[in-house]
């Protein structure tokens, strides 16, 4: 997987109301399927409404997913897509982009590495990254459910009625079960770094 280009201005894409892509930079019309290989080359590029000027860049970058997906690229696990469509409009979709930002960004930084290593690390095959990826689901799930207000309250509560005085001692561990998961990522980060200076 390439890495965007940095240092240059983002190639401007203008999409009018036929539908249709305009590359300002090659002054042509391009396809879907020309964009898409503009990402797995790194190119950086804005989509913009050639009429109001606003940034589509999203819902185009969406469609090329949809696109993909219907030729039979089937990337996207049907429990993902369900886990994430039921974070819309949740307390907690604002985490979400950063979460996923994050593990796509380490994914990719490590992925080579990943690719020579991850039989001897996790004990081979499919199923090694199989293990990986329910390591990372895990913890996910984890911080999900200690960053959700619900969850926090219903912690409070049910330590509260378990004190006579009617004190509580739910901040506590929340900040013990949010140690341990801030530990967890930390073994998880040293680990994808062994990965990448042993392919060195």
């Known amino acids: 997987m390439a890495e965007e280009k940095t240092g240059e201005?983002?190639?401007?894409?203008?999409?009018?109301?036929?539908?249709?892509l305009y590359n300002t930079q090659t002054s042509s019309y391009v396809t879907l399927d020309h964009l898409a290989q503009m990402v797995k080359?790194?190119?950086e590029f804005e989509v913009h409404d050639a009429r109001t000027g606003e940034d589509i860049t999203r819902s185009v970058l969406t469609q090329i997913i949809f696109e993909e997906e219907g030729k039979g690229q089937n990337l996207l696990p049907?429990?993902?897509?369900?886990?994430?469509?039921?974070?819309?409009?949740d307390s907690l979709q604002a985490f979400v982009p950063g979460y996923l930002d994050l593990s796509m960004d380490s994914f990719?930084?490590?992925?080579?590495?990943?690719?020579?290593?991850v039989a001897e690390a996790f004990g081979g095959g499919s199923s090694a990254l199989e293990a990986m990826t329910r390591q990372n689901l895990a913890m996910f799930?984890?911080?999900v459910k200690m960053f959700s207000p619900f969850a926090m309250?219903?912690?409070?509560?049910?330590?509260s009625e378990a004190k006579p005085n009617g004190t509580s001692h739910a901040a506590p561990k929340q900040?013990?079960?949010?140690?341990?998961?801030?530990?967890?990522?930390?073994?998880?980060?040293?680990?994808?770094?062994?990965?990448?200076?042993?392919?060195?």
Request: glycine share 4%; net charge positive.
């Open 78 to 89: 049907i429990k993902f897509l369900r886990q994430l469509i039921r974070f819309y409009g």
């Open 175 to 200: 900040s013990e079960e949010i140690n341990e998961l801030k530990s967890e990522i930390e073994a998880m980060r040293r680990q994808l770094s062994e990965l990448a200076q042993n392919r060195k």
């Open 141 to 143: 799930e984890r911080a």
């Open 153 to 159: 309250q219903g912690t409070a509560s049910a330590e």
């Open 108 to 117: 990719a930084k490590n992925q080579e590495a990943m690719r020579n290593r």
């Open 9 to 20: 201005s983002p190639v401007v894409i203008k999409k009018y109301a036929n539908r249709r």
């Open 41 to 43: 080359d790194g190119t």
